[in-house]
């Protein structure tokens, strides 16, 4: 597999990551509710309406693909025309992204045929268990690690039957996991040759950083489909 110069900002991992370019599409707040006191004259008056719900924080609204002309889906189109046109499948294998780079992928018509399947072992013994991670290895290393984030690659390959395949595992937030602080990333790449992984480090809200990660595992492919 070839690789590229590592992308701005980021640090290498077990191999050098590939080139990509960060695209994280921003989140949009609900209105907040009218508290005026006309309106709440209103509101006691109107008792057949319902009770209007607690506006949401920014950081809590989803920011996964929800057109097709968002950024994420954009990028997802183009992996999946140029695997489409080489005559490749891909599979995916995620853990902190938690089924948001399988949705982008699934997003664009036509998905079905270049993308198989994918696999979200959120649970540390489900790597083990459905993609064959090394267990000795996770016991070891924790689960954000760069050879994780290979096998992880490479098992939902061989699950899927696909030629090619992403994996993701990282630490969102709020907090660190196994000793690792919030917003560092693995994503792996598998082919018929084997797997790499790239390190990553993001920052800003967990959802923000999930997004992040799917970005930039969709450009890792199109950078491999373009090589």
Not at 9 to 18: H, K, M, N, Q, V
Not at 44 to 63: G, L
Not at 96 to 123: D, E, M, N, Q
Request: one cysteine or more; charged letters at 15%; aromatic letters at 4%.
């Amino acid at each position: 597999m070839t690789s590229a110069h590592p992308a701005p900002g980021s640090t290498p991992g077990a191999s050098e990551p590939l080139a990509f370019g960060p695209v994280s599409p921003g989140s949009s707040a609900a209105e907040p509710a009218d508290s005026t006191p006309d309106a709440a004259a209103a509101a006691a008056e109107t008792t057949a309406q319902p009770t209007p719900r607690t506006a949401a924080r920014p950081e809590d609204q989803p920011t996964g693909p929800t057109s097709a002309a968002s950024p994420l889906t954009t990028a997802a189109a183009e992996v999946l025309r140029l695997a489409t046109a080489a005559g490749l499948t891909l599979a995916v294998a995620e853990s902190l992204t938690g089924g948001r780079l399988a949705a982008a992928l699934t997003w664009p018509a036509g998905a079905s045929r270049a993308f198989r399947g994918s696999v979200t072992a959120y649970a540390t013994e489900l790597k083990a268990a459905v993609l064959g991670v090394d267990p000795d290895l996770l016991a070891r290393v924790g689960a954000v690690d760069a050879e994780v984030a290979r096998q992880m690659a490479a098992g939902v390959r061989a699950l899927c039957g696909s030629d090619l395949a992403l994996a993701t595992t990282g630490v969102a937030g709020p907090t660190p996991q196994d000793g690792r602080p919030v917003g560092t990333v693995y994503i792996a790449l598998a082919d018929h040759q084997g797997a790499e992984a790239a390190l990553f480090r993001f920052s800003g809200t967990r959802s923000s950083i999930q997004d992040a990660t799917v970005a930039a595992a969709l450009n890792l492919m199109v950078n491999h489909l373009n090589s």
